[in-house]
């Protein structure tokens, strides 16, 4: 069983408008909701192919609820840890006329020290059956920036690997604690030319594997070697940038080689070919899986 924990998840409401203006009211054409989160974005895409996962974290609300279901509807089980706020919506208005779209995101609830001894008591029951750990994104108020690594050492203790994607102080604190592959959040960069807000490489040594996700592939590098995977120019259709349905894909795509100790070059043939197969609807063609899967170029790289 792979367990993807989400502690600050979303609901996601689309608007489809006509033309916006400031100020006045602006009736909506179509209503889509969903559930927004990392975390639940990988634990679809694995359960879309067959594996067994559960979907883990906080939520709480009536937001929190619909999260349950939709997951559920989905086919994908879930073990939240309840909380009394609620769980924050993100409002993405798009204007029909012109193309662009406006978001609002609710400040995530706060987390009592109540809560967080729930969580942490229902993570480590998850431990019991679980073949890897999944912790992804941002924490909302209440948590401690060190709740990744707390989690990352309770994994390691129960003998489960741990794939860490995350920023900031939370991806620092969790990569001290060895996790089997880090993911930093600073998706799309050069790893030659790291920008200033990228971590520095030093500072996720304890980790056994960083992997780099680029607009073609990824790159993932361990104590010894490095790795690069890539597919064909045709295969980049996002201008150089990743975007977020891509990404989720490509995480997903690691978590199956880490939890069954695949090789490096078979893990990032297979994550790469599962990003190139997600399309902007979020949903995965198998097809074009399979046919990616066979044009993955994998080179080792000099250290």
Same mark, same amino acid.
């Given at each position: 069983?792979?367990?993807?924990?989400?502690?600050?998840?979303?609901?996601?409401?689309?608007?489809?408008?006509?033309?916006?203006?400031?100020?006045?009211?602006?009736?909506?054409?179509?209503?889509?909701?969903?559930?927004?989160?990392?975390?639940?974005?990988?634990?679809?895409?694995?359960?879309?192919?067959?594996?067994?996962?559960?979907?883990?974290?906080?939520?709480?609300?009536?937001?929190?609820?619909?999260?349950?279901?939709?997951?559920?509807?989905?086919?994908?089980?879930?073990?939240?840890?309840?909380?009394?706020?609620?769980?924050?919506?993100?409002?993405?208005?798009?204007?029909?006329?012109?193309?662009?779209?406006?978001?609002?995101?609710?400040?995530?609830?706060?987390?009592?020290?109540?809560?967080?001894?729930?969580?942490?008591?229902?993570?480590?029951?998850?431990?019991?059956?679980?073949?890897?750990?999944?912790?992804?994104?941002?924490?909302?108020?209440g948590l401690p920036p060190e709740i990744y690594g707390s989690? &990352?050492?309770?994994? $390691?203790? *129960?003998?489960?690997?741990?794939? @860490?994607? #995350? %920023? =900031? /102080?939370?991806?620092?604190?969790?990569?001290?604690?060895?996790?089997?592959?880090?993911?930093?959040?600073?998706?799309?960069?050069?790893? &030659?030319?790291?920008? $200033?807000? *990228?971590?520095?490489?030093?500072? @996720?040594? #304890? %980790? =056994? /594997?960083?992997?780099?996700?680029?607009?073609?592939?990824?790159?993932?590098?361990?104590?010894?070697?490095?790795?690069?995977?890539?597919?064909?120019?045709?295969?980049?259709?996002?201008?150089?940038?990743?975007t977020e349905g891509r990404r989720d894909a490509l995480v997903?795509?690691?978590?199956?080689?880490?939890?069954?100790?695949?090789?490096?070059?078979?893990?990032?043939?297979?994550?790469?070919?599962?990003?190139?197969?997600?399309?902007?609807?979020?949903?995965?063609?198998?097809?074009?899986?399979?046919?990616?899967?066979?044009?993955?170029?994998?080179?080792?790289?000099?250290?």
């Open positions: 069983m792979i367990v993807t924990v989400t502690l600050n998840p979303a609901l996601q409401v689309d608007y489809e408008a006509g033309r916006i203006a400031v100020g006045t009211a602006n009736p909506v054409r179509r209503v889509r909701y969903r559930t927004g989160g990392r975390g639940l974005a990988v634990a679809r895409v694995l359960q879309t192919f067959g594996h067994d996962v559960v979907a883990a974290g906080l939520a709480g609300g009536s937001a929190g609820e619909f999260i349950r279901n939709e997951l559920a509807r989905a086919g994908v089980a879930t073990e939240f840890t309840r909380i009394s706020a609620e769980s924050r919506r993100v409002v993405a208005i798009t204007d029909s006329a012109t193309g662009t779209v406006t978001s609002f995101a609710e400040p995530a609830p706060y987390i009592t020290t109540e809560e967080l001894g729930r969580l942490a008591t229902d993570y480590r029951a998850l431990l019991a059956g679980a073949t890897a750990i999944v912790l992804c994104g941002s924490l909302p108020d989690f &990352a050492s309770y994994a $390691a203790g *129960a003998g489960v690997p741990v794939i @860490l994607d #995350a %920023a =900031g /102080a939370a991806l620092l604190h969790g990569a001290a604690r060895g996790p089997e592959l880090v993911i930093p959040e600073a998706a799309g960069q050069d790893p &030659a030319e790291p920008s $200033a807000s *990228a971590p520095a490489a030093d500072s @996720l040594s #304890a %980790a =056994g /594997a960083v992997a780099v996700l680029t607009s073609d592939g990824a790159e993932v590098r361990t104590d010894g070697v490095a790795w690069r995977a890539s597919l064909p120019s045709g295969h980049d259709t996002d201008d150089g940038q990743i997903a795509g690691f978590v199956p080689g880490v939890a069954l100790d695949w090789s490096w070059p078979d893990t990032l043939r297979h994550a790469v070919a599962l990003g190139a197969a997600w399309d902007p609807h979020g949903l995965l063609d198998i097809q074009a899986y399979e046919t990616a899967l066979a044009e993955v170029h994998v080179e080792q790289l000099p250290r």
